[in-house]
Each structure stands twice: as C-alpha cells, then as structure tokens.
C-alpha cells in the first residue's frame, strides 16, 4: 500500500490585526500586531474502485472543511468510521489529485481501493441520514450504527486510575503545537492504561481531529484500538462516539460535556464516557468498572 502525504503542512496563516485596548479612544493609537489563526480549507475525498465487471470508477464522497495537514490520515479514518471499508489491507493507494489551489494547498485527495473491495454508498448515505437529526430519533441512530460496528466491546479490558485520567487535559495540551500558537483548534489524543498519550491530532474540526488519529493507526493496521481510551479537547457528541466504536476503542475521556445521545451511545456499546474532564474531578456516565 503506497500512502502520500498530502501537500505541505500549512496549518496556519498569518496575518495583522488591529488591536484594541482598554480606554483607547483615537484610531491613531491603536496597535497593529501580527497574529496566527488555524488554517480552514476544504477537503474534497474522492473515491476509486473496481467494478464486478472490470470497470474503474470513481466518485466524489465527502467535502469536510479541514486544517490541512495528514490528509491521507483523515480520508483513511473516514472510510472507515463511516463504514465503506474495514481495514488498511482495502486501501491500495492514497494520494493527491488535481492540481494545487492558488494557495498552494492540494484540497482534493483520491483513495484508491484495492481489487476485489466492494463499495456501498448506499451505507454511506444511510449513514449521512440517521446522524444529521433531521426527523430521526435517537434509537433509529443506534440501530444504525449497530448494523456497522464491527468489535464487540462489552468485554473490552482497559484499567485506568482517577488520577491517570486527571492527568490527560495537560498531556494533550502539551502535545497541541497548533493550538498553542493559534488557541483555535480541538484536538484528539489516544491514550494507554498509564496515561501515556502515544499520538495525538489536531484540527478545526473536532470530528476530523478523531477522523486523522484513527487514519493513523489504519495505516499501520493497528485496529482495533481495544488498548486504548481516546481524549478529546472538546465535548463528546454521537458522532465521536460511533467513529470510537468503528476503531474500536472502549473509552472516551471529554473535557467538555457528553450530549445526551452520546450518553445513550455509551450504554448501548458497553464503551466507558468519562466527560467534564479536569485534574481533580470528573463525570462518568457509563461503564465506570473500568476506573479504578
């Protein structure tokens, strides 16, 4: 499998503000300063495949706004959180296509998939449907993941102390270069029993974030990730928590706040949610055997 990363890595941009301050009144005192915010650009993955009779065809599948960067890592988490393929051995190539935008940045990239991978689009459309909450309930939700899940984590085995799970806020921050400099984008960690944070990834977008740190460990086919809990900077929504499930992974620790679905999610998949997230204290809402 030939694995291309993608275009340079320009995560962020800058550029001069005018800074305001306490009981400045003239225009003419205000002070222009350079600042740095998280580059957003689109990312369009496009898909290729052979047909039952030989055919190659190609389509595009999703547009996700992005902060460039490991974009091989997000298209290959995608497909496989939204259940249009099950491993890295599936995945022939991946790489850029097109020609760079007038930034530079390359915004499209194809997966190539190995001879004899069926496609269902369908699933991918179903899936599409049953997350956007537009008149779908909460257990129509659930069922529809179930039909896609692949690892049975009910017995899944992964012991962590209160006091290694306090400690994975300042282990994640520490590993956000980006958001460090730029204070804009959310970040997704993957964590063992001891509380160390073996990987992390950043981005705009908090379920693209997950999308790259689960690509990742694809890529190396290391999945399921049944020895691992993963952290997220931001609250945990439905959606991270089925592409978790999809990865195999048995806990999310948050530092925000679950939504309800999530919650439900939890329960229904015998996944550990751990939300509100600080050194001393924390929410869990499902499976609290595992924390000792």
């Known amino acids: 499998m030939s694995v291309a990363d993608i275009g340079a890595l320009k995560s962020v941009k800058r550029l001069q503000v005018q800074r305001f301050r306490a009981n400045t009144v003239a225009r003419d005192d205000l002070v222009a300063r350079d600042d740095v915010v998280a580059t957003e650009e689109p990312l369009e993955i496009r898909l290729a495949w052979t047909r039952p009779d030989g055919r190659r065809s190609q389509q595009s599948i999703s547009i996700t706004m992005r902060t460039p960067g490991h974009d091989g890592e997000l298209a290959a988490g995608f497909l496989l959180t939204e259940g249009i393929i099950a491993g890295a051995a599936e995945i022939e190539a991946i790489g850029p296509c097109g020609p760079p935008a007038a930034n530079g940045l390359i915004n499209v ?9 069926e496609v269902d689009l369908a699933r991918l459309e179903r899936h599409f449907y049953t997350s956007s909450s537009c008149g779908v309930c909460g257990k129509a939700s659930l069922e529809a993941v179930a039909v896609q899940g692949r690892y049975d984590l009910q017995g899944a085995v ?22 460090e400099t730029t204070g804009g984008l959310h970040a997704s960690g993957l964590f063992d029993s001891t509380g160390q944070v073996h990987v992390s990834r950043e981005d705009v977008g908090r379920h693209n974030a997950l999308d790259k740190l689960i690509g990742q460990a694809l890529l ?30 048995p806990m999310m620790a948050a530092v925000g706040a679950p939504s309800s679905l999530a919650v439900e999610f939890a329960e229904e998949f015998g996944m550990t949610l751990v939300g509100f997230l600080k050194a001393e204290r924390f929410n869990v809402y499902s499976r609290p055997d595992r924390i000792r």
């Open 109 to 117: 990239v194809r997966v190539d998939l190995a001879a004899g991978v």
């Open 158 to 179: 992964l012991p962590v102390s209160a006091e290694t799970l306090g400690g994975l806020p300042e282990r994640l921050r520490a590993l956000q270069s980006i958001f």
């Open 220 to 249: 190396k086919d290391e999945l399921p990730l049944d020895n691992y809990g993963v952290v997220v900077s931001g609250r945990a929504s439905f959606e991270l928590m089925q592409k978790a499930m999809m990865a195999g992974i």
